[in-house]
């Protein structure tokens, strides 16, 4: 286990794990603690351990707990997250450091539990939708550091596309330029998190968790690093019309923008207005995705672990 880490805590059930050499799956905190309402935000948190857990595979929610690096979060712990919401700070990479040493409480980003799950050998990562370029980055030059850490942090990061406020095509485009591998699964576009397609064209599709998991493998061969992204559209049952959707979004953002709320403060308010538009079931969707995503994570994580493990015998 990664000894490079001091101030590391492992949960009894991912401690197991590892010794079982059974696949994890990282499961970040940010999504508890900054982007859903409580008690549906733990009760989220609980429901998707429990899915990885059906798959077979261990869930690592990630956190940090008064200054220590947790991995593997008790139900009580995730509950405290869930309830603490936006008083809990949200920790990217740069604020990982100032954390641990503040002896403070933090909920990982995507960009955050990709470090910790990459140093704790876990290479594979479900969340609902990733950090990207925010629209009016001309403006701003709001870009997630999300993308960042995709470019050179070695865990496949499965999602339902991007933040739904953000700008899709720019995150595409930057993602490229950063060598991120964007795969459609069993789809041939790129999601757009509240419904199952931007229209984008996406240039990979993969069908399968085991092609996910061959092309892991042979982006390990090939020595390169940096993450991958999977873009699992959300499930039809719970997508929300593209539509609808859309201008629901954009009449927040702009409601946002004349009240003056600016920076991080964007998200939350956003994500409310967005849910109080569509009668909650943009919260829905969101729970739904995720959920279905952390399936599919387990899926392609137990295939990853066969795949790799044959792969050394031979
Ligand atoms: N998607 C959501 N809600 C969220 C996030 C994503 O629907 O709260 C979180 C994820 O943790 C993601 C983070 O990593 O927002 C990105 O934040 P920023 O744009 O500040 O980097
Ligand atoms: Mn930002």
């Known amino acids: 286990m990664p000894p490079e880490i001091a101030a590391l805590d492992i949960g009894a059930e991912v401690r197991e794990a590892l010794a079982a050499r059974r696949p994890l799956v990282a499961l970040e905190s940010t999504i508890i603690s900054h982007g859903m309402p409580y008690p549906r935000n733990a009760q989220t948190a609980m429901r998707v351990q429990a899915c990885v857990r059906a798959e077979g595979a261990a869930p690592a929610t990630i956190a940090i707990l008064r200054g220590r690096v947790k991995l593997g979060l008790t139900d009580h712990e995730i509950d405290y997250l869930g309830r603490e919401g936006q008083r809990v700070a949200k920790v990217s990479r740069r604020d990982l450091p100032?954390?641990?040493?503040?002896?403070?409480?933090g909920a990982t980003t995507v960009a955050a539990t990709m470090i910790i799950a990459a140093k704790a050998g876990i290479p594979v990562f479900a969340t609902g939708g990733i950090g990207g370029v925010h629209r009016g980055v001309e403006q701003t030059m709001?870009?997630?550091?999300?993308?960042e850490e995709l470019g050179k942090t070695n865990v496949?990061?499965?999602c339902a596309g991007v933040k739904s406020v953000l700008d899709i095509?720019?995150?595409?485009?930057?993602?490229?330029?950063?060598?991120?591998p964007v795969f459609g699964f069993g789809t041939d576009t790129m999601p757009a998190f509240y419904s199952q397609s931007s229209g984008l064209a996406l240039d990979y599709r993969i069908?399968?968790?085991?092609?996910?998991?061959?092309?892991?493998?042979?982006?390990?061969?090939?020595?390169?690093?940096?993450?991958?992204?999977?873009?699992?559209?959300?499930p039809d049952e719970h997508a929300l019309a593209p539509?609808?959707?859309d201008r629901v979004i954009e009449d927040a953002i702009e409601s946002v923008a004349l009240k003056g709320i600016t920076g991080k403060a964007i998200t939350p308010v956003l994500l409310d207005r967005i849910a109080e538009e569509t009668g909650g079931r943009s919260l829905d969707a969101n729970i739904e995705l995720v959920v279905n995503n952390a399936r599919v994570?387990?899926?392609?994580?137990?295939?990853?672990?066969?795949?790799?493990?044959?792969a050394t015998l031979s």
């Open 98 to 105: 100032l954390v641990v040493a503040g002896g403070g409480d």
């Open 142 to 147: 709001d870009v997630s550091a999300d993308l």
């Open 156 to 158: 496949t990061v499965v």
């Open 169 to 180: 095509p720019r995150t595409l485009e930057y993602l490229e330029t950063r060598g991120v």
């Open 207 to 234: 069908d399968s968790p085991r092609q996910a998991a061959r092309a892991m493998l042979a982006k390990r061969d090939l020595g390169l690093g940096g993450g991958m992204v999977i873009a699992v559209p959300v």
């Open 243 to 245: 539509g609808e959707i």
């Open 297 to 310: 994570a387990a899926r392609i994580a137990l295939e990853y672990a066969r795949l790799a493990s044959a």
